[in-house]
């Protein structure tokens, strides 16, 4: 079986790509080739600084941190899952990727004595734009509550194709006002814990922003985490919207 490194380079160009990492990250390929990721958790930082078996990494480690040339990762905020301190170095040690991060990342890139790479470190907040490539980014609200302020989620364009991930979030109908209507996919939480939408809440997003397809993540990785697919999987039949489930290392065409 091909090495999810593998499966991505040979992902077919002059197509989208996305490919599900585990956890809430995920990769974007263009049809021209570039590559961007979102919070990326590789290795199994959590359960070592917790030392907690609730947080024991339950998915298998698919990737290393320089194993693929991103053109850019974002971290949507700073909690370990989502900005994992044994791989962000690792992903700029290139000097080519540029890590976009929420702006209460930057503690945690001091921790990590990261300033050597600052040339390709921006912090951003909702309302920021970026431009890599092919990939048009636009850092836009959510609420994932006190532990982390000044998260964000990522609407990204790519090939005409339209890209919202929520980041970690409750519902908040209010602050999806001025997404676009026509997403090709919706991606967010179902684990309903931490601040997070549960399996009926992001059903009940999908059905108020009518994507093509909408795909579930933040579950499975820790027993802490909780999160029922199947319950997501019902909401979603219930509400007649269409939903993609993907296995972990499993990368679709978005047409």
Same mark, same amino acid.
């Given at each position: 079986?091909?090495?999810? #490194?593998?499966?991505?380079?040979?992902?077919?160009?002059?197509?989208?790509?996305?490919? #599900?990492?585990?956890?809430?990250?995920?990769? *974007?390929?263009?049809?021209?080739?570039?590559?961007?990721? *979102?919070?990326?958790?590789?290795?199994? +930082?959590?359960?070592?600084?917790?030392?907690? /078996?609730?947080?024991?990494?339950?998915?298998?480690?698919?990737?290393?941190?320089?194993?693929?040339?991103?053109?850019?990762?974002?971290?949507?905020?700073?909690?370990?899952?989502?900005?994992?301190?044994?791989?962000?170095?690792?992903?700029? #040690?290139?000097?080519?990727?540029?890590?976009?991060?929420?702006?209460?990342?930057?503690?945690?890139?001091? /921790?990590? %004595?990261?300033?050597?790479?600052?040339? /390709?470190?921006? +912090?951003?907040?909702?309302?920021?734009?970026?431009?890599?490539? #092919?990939?048009?980014?636009?850092?836009?609200?959510?609420?994932?509550?006190?532990?982390?302020?000044?998260?964000?989620?990522?609407?990204?364009?790519?090939?005409?194709?339209? *890209?919202?991930?929520?980041?970690?979030?409750?519902?908040?109908?209010?602050?999806? *006002?001025?997404?676009?209507?026509?997403?090709?996919?919706?991606?967010?939480?179902?684990?309903?814990?931490?601040?997070?939408?549960?399996?009926?809440?992001?059903?009940?997003?999908?059905?108020?922003?009518?994507?093509?397809?909408?795909?579930?993540?933040?579950?499975?990785?820790?027993?802490?985490?909780?999160?029922?697919?199947?319950?997501?999987?019902? %909401?979603?039949?219930?509400?007649?919207?269409?939903?993609?489930?993907? /296995?972990?290392?499993?990368?679709?065409?978005?047409?």
């Amino acid at each position: 079986m091909l090495r999810l #490194s593998e499966r991505v380079l040979t992902a077919p160009l002059g197509k989208t790509h996305l490919f #599900s990492v585990g956890q809430a990250g995920f990769i *974007i390929k263009s049809a021209a080739g570039e590559l961007l990721a *979102i919070d990326l958790y590789l290795s199994d +930082y959590v359960e070592r600084v917790e030392k907690d /078996q609730g947080f024991k990494r339950l998915l298998p480690k698919l990737l290393e941190p320089d194993e693929l040339e991103f053109d850019a990762v974002i971290c949507t905020h700073p909690h370990t899952d989502h900005f994992d301190p044994d791989s962000a170095p690792g992903f700029v #040690s290139n000097k080519k990727t540029r890590l976009f991060c929420s702006v209460d990342c930057e503690k945690l890139v001091k /921790q990590m %004595a990261m300033e050597y790479y600052n040339s /390709q470190i921006t +912090y951003v907040e909702p309302g920021n734009h970026a431009d890599i490539g #092919s990939f048009s980014i636009d850092f836009v609200d959510c609420d994932h509550g006190e532990g982390a302020p000044d998260a964000v989620g990522v609407l990204v364009t790519v090939d005409g194709k339209k *890209i919202y991930e929520t980041g970690d979030t409750c519902l908040r109908l209010d602050r999806v *006002i001025s997404l676009p209507r026509d997403l090709d996919v919706l991606i967010g939480p179902i684990n309903g814990a931490y601040g997070n939408m549960n399996e009926e809440e992001l059903a009940t997003l999908a059905e108020v922003l009518r994507p093509k397809v909408t795909i579930p993540c933040h579950y499975g990785m820790f027993a802490m985490h909780h999160g029922d697919v199947g319950k997501f999987y019902e %909401a979603m039949v219930e509400k007649k919207q269409n939903c993609l489930l993907l /296995q972990q290392g499993e990368g679709v065409q978005i047409s």
